[in-house]
Every structure is written in structure tokens, then in C-alpha cells.
């Protein structure tokens, strides 16, 4: 589906701090989430996942949280890095559908040196 | 590993031109296939996808067109372009047979200019 909305939320930090990007999904029935990192002119890449019997997953500098309860989504970036600059959208799917994603609107995350 | 191919990275075309994007998949087979568009600072928006050769579904009603020759191979096609074409356009894949098979992996992306 299409994210709706004429300006990004954006969110600076300094390089070093730690970051938290919120998402709100929509379907309370969904399942499965995602988060992606776009940099400039790229193609979206793929963070980390979780599914819905999780609450909380990590990666490499990277928090996954998962509010239920308020349909919230979060993710953590630990001592940002000027490359952690880019949009970072958030995905939701769910089971019994057709495995195609409805996509957050994006949030741009800048790192100041 | 699995790549994804799509080209031109950029383009520029008059109003009124044809269009024509390719987008491939290596290994990996019988992928399902997705194209995107985004406009410049919004999200993303689902125009086709594909699950297999010589099957098509359209989210929403355009100008565009998609195509599927082959297993690995996605095209996104218009006979005349419209101003509002201008955007990035984006391939994806996935697997899908499964639940653990769903995450979607994106290509680099086509920047397309209409003049």
C-alpha cells in the first residue's frame, strides 16, 4: 500500500547517540514486521524483522521493540554513525494475506558529525 | 547468494515517449516479483506484482503496465508517458511460498525524469 504524506518526520542526532525510530502500524491483525534503511538513490534494504509472538529482537546495533497492546513499532540504533543517515521505513503483514508488505511513510534519520 | 538487477539506473524521457524497465532476479527461482514507485520523499506505492510467468496483478489503475517473459525477469512498460510518471521506481522479490519466506529484497532502483 502507499504511505501517505507530504513530508518526511525527520530526526537528527549526533553522531554517537543512540537513535529511536517509532512506527505506528495499522492492522491489528498483522504479524510480521520489518524494518528497511533507504540511503540516498538506493533501493530500500532490509534491517531486521520480528514477528508478533516477540517482543523485542536484536541485530548488530540495531532494537527491534514491538508494542502490541498500542500497535507500535520501534527501532533502536546504538552510537549512530554519519552512515546510519537514510529513511528508515517500517512494514507490516500478515498472516493469510498474500505476503506483499503495507509500508510505513518513512522516517529520515540524519547523523551530525 | 541472490541478486537483483534492474536498469537503467537513470532516465530521461519526453512526454508522449514509450517506456521500458527490466528487472532480474539470479539465484533464486520462481521468485514472486514486485514493482514500486516513490515519489520524491514519500513512501512507497505497489503498482504490480507477479507470481509467476505470464501472471500479473495491478494495484492500481495507470498509465503503466508490467509484464513477466520469464521466471526471473519483470518489465514495467507505458506506450506514452505522462508528467506524472516522474518518480523512482523500484523492483522487489521475495519467495513468499512461506511465512519465513516473505521478507522482500529491493533492487537499486530507476530514476525516471518525464520532460
Known amino acids: 500500500g502507499e504511505s501517505v504524506g507530504l513530508h518526511l518526520p525527520t530526526l537528527s542526532v549526533q553522531e554517537g547517540d543512540n537513535s529511536i525510530i517509532n512506527c505506528a502500524y495499522s492492522n491489528s491483525a498483522s504479524d510480521y514486521f520489518i524494518w528497511y534503511k533507504q540511503e540516498s538513490g538506493k533501493g530500500p534494504q532490509f534491517i531486521i524483522d520480528i514477528r508478533s509472538n516477540m517482543d523485542k529482537r536484536q541485530g548488530q546495533r540495531v532494537t527491534v521493540l514491538l508494542n502490541k497492546t498500542v500497535k507500535h513499532l520501534s527501532l533502536q540504533i546504538a552510537a549512530t554513525q554519519p552512515g546510519d543517515s537514510a529513511v528508515y521505513f517500517c512494514?507490516?503483514?500478515?498472516?493469510?494475506?498474500?505476503?506483499?508488505?503495507?509500508f510505513g511513510r518513512g522516517t529520515s534519520l540524519i547523523v551530525h558529525p | 547468494s541472490q541478486t537483483i538487477h534492474q536498469w537503467p539506473a537513470t532516465l530521461v524521457q519526453p512526454v508522449g515517449s514509450p517506456l521500458s524497465l527490466e528487472c532480474t532476479v539470479e539465484g533464486t527461482s520462481n521468485p514472486n516479483l514486485y514493482w514500486y514507485r516513490q515519489a520524491a520523499g514519500r513512501g512507497l506505492q505497489l503498482l504490480f506484482y507477479?507470481?509467476?510467468?505470464?501472471?500479473i496483478s495491478s494495484e492500481v489503475s495507470q498509465n503503466l503496465s508490467a509484464s513477466r517473459p520469464q521466471d526471473r525477469q519483470f518489465i514495467l512498460s507505458s506506450k506514452k508517458l505522462l508528467l506524472s510518471d516522474s518518480g523512482f521506481y523500484l523492483c522487489?522479490?521475495?519467495?513468499?511460498?512461506?511465512?519465513?519466506?516473505?521478507?522482500?529484497?529491493f533492487g537499486p532502483g530507476t530514476r525516471l525524469l518525464v520532460l
Open positions: 512494514a507490516e503483514s500478515l498472516d493469510g494475506g498474500s505476503y506483499i508488505p503495507t
Open positions: 522487489a522479490w521475495n519467495l513468499g511460498a512461506s511465512r519465513l519466506q516473505e521478507t522482500q529484497y
Open positions: 507477479s507470481v509467476g510467468i505470464g501472471q
